[in-house]
């Protein structure tokens, strides 16, 4: 069964850009969740999405956004690239089973220069 | 609103001896435990997890206690292994259909030979 893909694996991009991240879900998985990492701030969830539709999301600017495709598939976008976004960004899907099992992809290494 | 804390960033055992990490929360409504384990340059990985109703659950050298009074979970290794160097972070979910993972910062457990 394969895991959770996250594309691409290291990315560099400048200030002011904007960057889009993709996630692919196990399959069968419905819930997509997707956090950033930095040194200190621990996982800072961005939002989760549960077919197609956002579910929740967290305390981010609104440069920060994401979709959920009718495969389940996810992808987050983010725009006006500042340096402090540079981050770890981790994707995590789910079946939506009250016993959980959040499946975590390696993430996305964002450098922003 | 710090809902959960993770109150050491770092701690350092012995082999062969007990890991005990802590975590602290406020919210009485959360209703499912989780912890999970991560490497560097990996995605955080599921390593055991207990609901509400519970106070033990046990996998293997891993046994995580939760103190519904004291608002306290923790997780403890015994004995600690050189390959269970890595940062924990606690999760905490919350009741209800619109499920959100509240997190921990982490803890960076260094088992040394």
């Known amino acids: 069964k394969a895991g959770v893909t996250q594309t691409p694996r290291y990315l560099i991009k400048t200030r002011g850009q904007q960057v889009t991240l993709s996630c692919s879900p196990i399959?069968?998985?419905?819930?997509v969740s997707w956090y950033q990492q930095t040194p200190g701030q621990g996982l800072q969830f961005l939002f989760e999405?549960?077919?197609?539709?956002?579910?929740n999301k967290g305390n981010f600017p609104g440069r920060f956004s994401g979709r959920q495709f009718s495969n389940s598939r996810s992808e987050m976008n983010v725009s006006t690239l500042e340096l402090g976004d540079s981050a770890l960004y981790l994707c995590?899907?789910?079946?939506?089973?009250?016993?959980?099992?959040?499946?975590f992809g390696s993430g996305t290494r964002l450098t922003v220069v | 609103d710090q809902q959960v804390k993770q109150n050491s960033p770092s701690l350092s055992v012995q082999e062969g001896r007990i890991s005990i990490l802590n975590c602290d929360y406020t919210?009485?409504?959360?209703?499912?435990f989780l912890w999970y384990k991560k490497y560097p340059a990996e995605g955080p990985t599921f390593l055991i997890s207990?609901?509400?109703i519970k106070d033990k659950n046990e996998d293997g050298r891993f046994t995580v206690f939760l103190n519904k009074s004291a608002k306290h979970l923790s997780l403890h290794i015994v004995p600690s292994q050189p390959g269970d160097s890595a940062v924990y972070f606690c999760?905490?979910?919350?009741?209800?259909?619109?499920?959100?993972?509240?997190w921990g910062l982490g803890t960076s457990l260094a088992v040394n030979p």
């Open positions: 995590a899907s789910s079946p939506d089973r009250a016993d959980y099992g959040y499946t």
């Open positions: 399959s069968g998985h419905r819930s």
């Open positions: 999405y549960f077919s197609e539709t956002q579910r």
């Open positions: 919210n009485s409504m959360f209703d499912y």
């Open positions: 207990i609901s509400s």
């Open positions: 999760g905490f979910s919350l009741a209800g259909n619109n499920r959100k993972l509240i």
